[in-house]
């Protein structure tokens, strides 16, 4: 299993907290959400052509967590009530001992968003703090009238 940990999430909290406390907690689940979804652009972006319904069953999910430390997980959906059976990523990823060779998509998706990890987390933060603004404006207009 692999994961990433978003280390510079702190600081965007610590600094919602005091420029915009009541918008803190939805400001910060939106960007990691939107970080999540990067990966799994990323990902789906590194898949081989023929692989069935890997793609489509790629999901982000959210995990239970404190609401101050959402947690998102991008993960391959599989079972018997999925659509899309997404089970058979670790065969591609790691090759099979019969002749599958190992693809490593999911581990160079991984070492490029590390990479540009703060990237990612401004980009996202700026983005859904702009789209914050501008639905607190129409609020603070509709409510003005």
Request: charged share 30%; no cysteine.
């Amino acid at each position: 299993m692999m994961s990433i940990e978003l280390k510079g999430i702190d600081d965007v909290k610590k600094l919602l907290e005091d420029v915009a406390p009541k918008r803190a907690t939805n400001l910060i689940t939106a960007t990691v959400r939107g970080v999540a979804n990067e990966i799994k652009k990323e990902i789906s972006g590194n898949l081989p052509k023929k692989t069935g319904g890997l793609k489509r069953s790629l999901k982000v999910k959210k995990a239970r967590s404190d609401k101050f430390k959402p947690i998102f997980r991008v993960v391959f959906t599989g079972g018997k009530s999925e659509k899309n059976q997404g089970s058979h990523w670790i065969f591609l990823e790691h090759g099979t001992s019969r002749g599958q060779r190992a693809l490593h998509f999911v581990r160079k998706s991984r070492l490029k968003i590390e990479s540009n990890l703060d990237f990612y987390i401004t980009n996202q933060f700026v983005k859904k703090m702009n789209s914050a603004m501008k639905r607190e404006t129409k609020r603070q207009a509709a409510m003005n009238k």
